[in-house]
């Protein structure tokens, strides 16, 4: 059974930069054909994908996002972080890290973390 499960701080100020890991168990984030992505929800609006690192190490990002996100991995301790840069309270989400089978183009997604709620504000 793969777990997923996000950490990270629950307030940034605006301007600072926004960073999270999600520790995976029960699988490898190295096994093939595995992608791990990031994906938000503002409150009361629906998921916004943000990006992913694939199981070799690529990265895709929301081109919305894109300019403002890192996605990298640790896979020694078999985890991947995000960092969002120059966050205003429109960042305001509960941040979730989930497992994909399908890539970029057909997303599917098995598992999910709890998610967890980033607050910017001063």
């Known amino acids: 059974q793969v777990q997923l499960q996000e950490s990270g701080p629950g307030l940034v100020k605006p301007s600072q930069t926004l960073s999270l890991t999600c520790t995976v168990s029960?699988?490898?984030?190295?096994?093939?054909?595995?992608?791990w992505s990031w994906i938000r929800q503002p409150p009361g609006k629906g998921l916004e994908w943000i990006g992913m690192?694939?199981?070799?190490?690529?990265?895709y990002y929301s081109p919305s996002l894109k300019s403002r996100t890192s996605i990298s991995r640790d896979t020694s301790k078999n985890q991947f972080t995000l960092q969002l840069s120059s966050v205003t309270p429109e960042d305001t989400a509960v941040y979730y890290c989930?497992?994909?089978?399908?890539?970029?183009?057909?997303?599917?997604?098995?598992?999910w973390g709890k998610g967890t709620l980033v607050t910017v504000s001063s």
């Open positions: 029960g699988g490898s984030i190295t096994t093939n054909y595995y992608y």
């Open positions: 690192i694939t199981y070799s190490g690529s990265t």
């Open positions: 989930a497992r994909d089978r399908g890539g970029v183009d057909y997303p599917t997604y098995d598992y």
